[in-house]
């Protein structure tokens, strides 16, 4: 299994510019997730989705947009890059239902908006 | 709604114990711990679900105490490989996963 899988995993964006950050599990995994990470600041939450056709705000969606298509892609969406969505942004999945399962990570995309 | 970690930093000796600790305004319904590396991805420490919960991982152990919504994680012989960034993540209603700001741990020889 290659569990998470994101690409690029680096991009440099002038100000303006979209692009999509690809995600994709094969783990079957019902709930997926996209965070950003600041120094110093945690991982926010931008968007999630418990199942494919299903997705939901996170703590910080501005300037984002997602899709689950499939079970196994979780596409992230910038639309008119600005300089503060320069960040780190990891995809995360689990396996969801209850009791809680524990997030598997991706490698992370690292972006430059300049 | 983001959980509040503490300490921010902490500095320790190899051998010596720590204490980090994550605190919440709303009910819990579960607290994942996880740890980053410099440059890499975070990764999964372990899940508490319960009030009064205990769960251990080698040397690291944390506890769950549901009415105070808190919960902390401890450290124990600390090791070099122990250095990194925790980060706890807190569950309000069995979907999303808020984390906090995280806490900086860095082991000397």
């Known amino acids: 299994n290659a569990g998470v899988t994101q690409t690029p995993k680096f991009r440099i964006l002038k100000i303006g510019q979209s692009m999509t950050l690809q995600c994709t599990q094969d783990m079957n995994h019902n709930y997926m997730y996209w965070y950003r990470q600041d120094p110093g600041m945690g991982l926010k939450l931008i968007y999630y989705?418990?199942?494919?056709?299903?997705?939901d705000k996170g703590e910080v969606p501005n300037g984002y947009n997602v899709s689950r298509s499939t079970t196994e892609d979780f596409p992230l969406r910038l639309e008119l890059a600005a300089p503060s969505q320069t960040s780190v942004y990891f995809c995360?999945?689990?396996?969801?239902?209850?009791?809680?399962?524990?997030?598997?990570f991706g490698n992370g995309t690292r972006l430059t908006v300049t | 709604q983001q959980p509040v970690q503490s300490p921010q930093a902490v500095i320790l000796r190899e051998g010596e114990d720590a204490v980090i600790n994550c605190s919440s305004s709303?009910?819990?319904?579960?607290v994942h711990w996880y740890r980053q590396k410099h440059g890499e991805a975070p990764v999964f420490l372990m899940i508490l679900l319960k009030g009064g919960e205990q769960k251990g991982h080698d040397k690291i152990s944390a506890s769950f105490n549901e009415k105070k919504q808190q919960s902390s994680l401890y450290l124990t012989a600390s090791q070099l490989s122990y250095s990194g960034t925790y980060f706890c993540g807190t569950e309000y209603n069995g979907d999303k996963i808020i984390f906090g700001k995280g806490t900086r741990l860095h082991i000397l020889p």
């Open positions: 995360a999945s689990s396996r969801g239902q209850a009791p809680t399962s524990p997030l598997h």
């Open positions: 989705s418990v199942g494919a056709g299903i997705t």
């Open positions: 709303k009910a819990l319904y579960s």
